[in-house]
């Protein structure tokens, strides 16, 4: 337990470590006045820098630990790895307030869900009134404190928090795998890992935070499930470490529920494939019993979350079905191969592949990680057979985890191939042998890592053409009409003269949600709605609306809800004297999974005293003014 102890400590420094070496970085690079990405090449020059310079330090770092002086490697590796995070992408995001992939699409409720944190240290869902969280509120719940705390606007804390989160994250695995093997080991395989987590999967940054630990995660697991090795040591110490790792792993898994219910779902199933295979290889029900102790962990934690989700479910409250998992794209409906793609990275991940064939009986590490990537294999083909049940396992939002396993592999491939061929050419040449795969690591290493923003490109560029909550584009061109918002926000706080989260608001402009703390009535798809919240029935609702034909109808209609009725309507002017609303249908199977559709409802209905109706921008706005 000592070391175990230990590894703690060192975590809470590299997390320390991190978080000042974002937030500095993030700060200085803010006060430059950069030209936009898409228009400059300037900003991926000095990214293309930054990564060489962070590369090289991590180079620096593994050849001080050779020279025996550990703390200052150590040292090394926090802030090089902590900088190698950082500059891939706040570099490119320099000269805009958004994060990427802007306030478009899957980014809008993730930033309305950082909004409603933000307003509220609550549990509360992040579109409907009265309602708890249904998806993981932990990384919208931690980056929400500080945003409260500084004052920041929550849409602009994303992209801080995002980059900060990530690069705590890859930290942490850095530490993870140093507590488990070499030091050089680890601090190849945590670059490589950070590297195309950072390429692949920051989008969603609660998912990359994630996905970037599961490989040391799982060869803990593997470790402590086993609960013995044959490598010499006490078995007392065998038990304390076992002990330890399951504790861990426990402890990860209940946090993972708290950030992504899918990583969560997937590192449960290889845990249990782990326990199983175990239990079956040696005639034993210990690895199961230790499994039970990590979910009993696990749940505990887990409950922190799910806990007001499922009393409100237990107390009868009526829920949908859900249709979260109505979604298959063609990625979804095939497995797919990294290790075949024609780049660098699949060059690595073919290395990958073969060293867990080769490995997989003999290494800890190599067992582990085959588990881990015929598991996701396992589930793609679950996903695609749960079709038959109307419903998926969202399997292909696993590849850039698949991505990061057959990396790490690869990493752990490319040193053991390099090594053994140094061993046999001993003495004469075995030293140039290491010299030139340490170049040709390196030089793979920066060819890749500066190419990261052009595999971020179309995401990065919606940064800069989004409208910001100022009403302003990074790009400098002219907005879109998101800068009406703020307008829009000051009349209704006048007019209802109530806090925006005691406010309930009907609009298809969900991103006026992302940016100012009110309630939705309807939330964007049903794919994101709170199954409490009745997505269908509040739907059929709206849809009834289009029939009335007076004021006095609309307010007894809207009275007569169950659910705390809209008082503010943002919509659009359509033809014949109508004001237009576009929803959304799920049509699962169908891909696109959702059919857009559009309300019309008559002028007539806000044309009442009752209501003050007014055209802002491309916009109306019909707000009930309050009674009394």
């Not at 507590?179 to 390429?199: E, G, K, N, P, Q």
């Not at 979910?295 to 806990?307: N, P, Q, T």
């Not at 990261?452 to 490109?457: K, M, N, S, Y």
Request: glycine share 8%; proline share 6%; net charge positive.
């Amino acid at each position: 337990m000592r070391s175990a102890l230990a590894v703690i400590g060192q975590m809470a420094v590299a997390v320390a470590v991190a978080v000042v070496v974002a937030v500095i970085a993030i700060v200085e690079i803010s006060r430059v006045e950069w030209p936009a990405y898409n228009s400059s090449n300037q900003l991926h020059a000095l990214t293309t820098v930054g990564q060489f310079g962070c590369l090289a330090g991590l180079l620096a770092g593994g050849l001080i630990w050779r020279r025996g002086r550990r703390a200052l490697a150590r040292a090394f590796a926090l802030f090089f790895l902590s900088a190698f995070s950082v500059v891939t992408l706040a570099m490119p995001l320099g000269a805009t307030k958004l994060y990427l992939y802007g306030i478009s699409v899957d980014q809008q409720f993730r930033t309305e869900y950082l909004t409603r944190l933000t307003d509220t240290a609550g549990p509360h869902d992040m579109t409907y009134y009265g309602l708890p969280p249904f998806y993981p509120p932990g990384w919208f719940w931690i980056g929400g404190r500080p945003a409260a705390l500084t004052g920041t606007p929550p849409w602009e804390m994303f992209k801080p928090w995002a980059i900060v989160s990530i690069t705590i994250a890859v930290v942490l695995a850095f530490v993870l795998w140093a507590s488990m093997i070499r030091f050089d080991y680890a601090l190849i395989v945590s670059t490589a890992t950070a590297a195309a987590t950072l390429a692949y999967s920051p989008t969603e940054p609660y998912a990359a935070i994630i996905a970037v630990l599961l490989p040391p995660v799982f060869v803990l697991a593997w470790s402590g499930l086993r609960g013995s090795a044959d490598d010499g040591s006490t078995r007392e110490s065998q038990r304390s470490g076992g002990r330890a790792a399951i504790i861990g792993v426990g402890v990860f898994l209940g946090v993972a529920a708290l950030f992504y219910t899918l990583l969560l779902a997937y590192a449960a199933f290889t845990l249990t494939v782990m326990a199983m295979v175990l239990a079956v290889a040696r005639r034993r029900f210990e690895p199961l019993l230790r499994l039970a102790v990590i979910a009993v962990i696990a749940g505990a934690i887990a409950l922190l979350g799910w806990g007001p989700y499922l009393v409100a479910a237990v107390n009868g409250h009526p829920a949908d079905s859900g249709t979260a998992q109505h979604y298959l794209p063609s990625a979804g409906a095939q497995l797919e191969f990294p290790m075949l793609h024609f780049t660098l990275l699949g060059a690595l991940c073919m290395v990958g592949t073969l060293w867990l064939v080769v490995r997989a009986r003999s290494s800890t590490r190599a067992g582990a990680l085959a588990i881990a990537v015929l598991a996701l294999y396992a589930w793609s083909l679950l996903s695609m057979l749960t079709t038959l049940a109307g419903t998926t396992l969202l399997s292909f939002r696993l590849q850039p985890t698949l991505t990061i396993l057959l990396t790490a592999a690869g990493a752990f491939g490319f040193l053991e191939a390099a090594l053994a061929i140094a061993r046999r050419y001993q003495p004469e040449t075995g030293g140039r042998i290491v010299a030139a795969a340490a170049t040709l690591g390196a030089i793979g290493a920066l060819t890749f890592s500066q190419d990261i923003p052009d595999v971020l490109r179309s995401d990065i560029v919606i940064a800069y053409t989004d409208t910001d909550g100022y009403g302003q584009r990074a790009d400098r061109r002219p907005p879109g009409a998101e800068q009406y918002y703020r307008e829009i926000d000051t009349k209704i706080l006048r007019t209802t003269g109530l806090p925006r989260n005691e406010t309930v608001v009907l609009t298809a402009d969900y991103s006026f949600l992302s940016y100012y703390p009110y309630y939705g009535f309807q939330g964007l798809t049903s794919h994101y709605a709170n199954p409490l919240a009745q997505f269908d029935k509040r739907a059929d609702a709206i849809k009834s609306w289009a029939t009335l034909t007076s004021a006095d109808q609309f307010i007894a209609a809207l009275d007569k809800l169950p659910w705390k009725p809209p008082t503010v309507f943002l919509m659009r002017r359509g033809a014949n004297d109508t004001y237009t609303l576009r929803l959304a249908s799920d049509v699962y199977p169908n891909q696109p999974n959702v059919r857009r559709y559009q309300i019309a409802l008559d002028d007539a209905l806000f044309d009442d005293p009752r209501f003050d109706v007014s055209t802002v921008g491309p916009f109306v706005l019909a707000i009930r003014k309050p009674t009394g």
